[in-house]
T-cell receptor, first 112, second 116 residues
Framework: AQSVAQPEDQVNVAEGNPLTVKCTYS??????LFWYVQYPNRGLQFLLK??????LVKGSYGFEAEFNKSQTSFHLKKPSALVSDSALYFC??????????FGSGTRLQVQP | DTGVSQNPRHKITKRGQNVTFRCDPI?????LYWYRQTLGQGPEFLTY????????KSRLLSDRFSAERPKGSFSTLEIQRTEQGDSAMYLC??????????????FGPGTRLTVT
């Protein structure tokens, strides 16, 4: 069975600094990896995905993620954080192009 | 707004009552998913449909839960004899059927169920 680990419950970063939100996964076969963001009282919003190809994936709002097969990781990054990036971030994986398995989420707090 | 919509947004019910939620996916999307999210956790898969066919059900989906998508458009999720442990946010998502790839899922705002 597949699983996703987000080892940090919360990440704090100052506005303008780079940010990283970590994700590792376990899956049989080739993974399809996703990042979603959840703002209060709003649904999950898609940020980016890795299906195949280039290990560095660019997504919405200036976010990017790096797929590392040997470390089974898919960390989310942004060069310069904004206060408006403060939200709950979820990593998700599916090996079979069906339902997603989500991590437990990481709360990102960007301080002004 | 052409996104995924869910109704009602909030539902409070007494233990033992039945509840039904509705999801209207993005109109051209073939696949429809139901997830459940409890506080402090990521969404957990319940079931999914491709058009009107229910293709997979999670072990989380007990006999008290039933989902339908009768015409391959909207879907309903019914919970019979609700229990306090059913209190959660129920999320619906849809995605197009992508040849040779896997499209991201688009989520609705969710229905928050509180069982008293």
């Amino acid at each position: 069975a597949q699983s996703v680990a987000q080892p940090e419950d919360q990440v704090n970063v100052a506005e303008g600094n780079p940010l990283t939100v970590k994700c590792t996964y376990s899956v049989s076969g080739n993974p399809y990896l996703f990042w979603y963001v959840q703002y209060p009282n709003r649904g999950l919003q898609f940020l980016l995905k890795y299906i195949t190809g280039d290990n560095l994936v660019k997504g919405s709002y200036g976010f990017e993620a790096e797929f590392n097969k040997s470390q089974t990781s898919f960390h989310l990054k942004k060069p310069s954080a904004l206060v408006s990036d403060s939200a709950l971030y979820f990593c998700a994986v599916t090996p079979l192009r069906r339902a997603l398995t989500f991590g437990s989420g990481t709360r990102l707090q960007v301080q002004p | 707004d052409t996104g995924v919509s869910q109704n009602p947004r909030h539902k409070i019910t007494k233990r033992g009552q039945n509840v039904t939620f509705r999801c209207d996916p993005i109109s051209e999307h073939n696949r429809l998913y139901w997830y459940r999210q409890t506080l402090g956790q990521g969404p957990e898969f319940l079931t999914y449909f491709q058009n009107e066919a229910q293709l997979e059900k999670s072990r989380l989906l007990s006999d008290r839960f039933s989902a339908e998508r009768p015409k391959g458009s909207f879907s309903t999720l019914e919970i019979q004899r609700t229990e306090q442990g059913d209190s959660a946010m129920y999320l619906c998502a849809s995605s197009p059927l992508s040849q040779g790839g896997f499209s991201e899922q688009y989520f609705g705002p969710g229905t928050r169920l509180t069982v008293t």
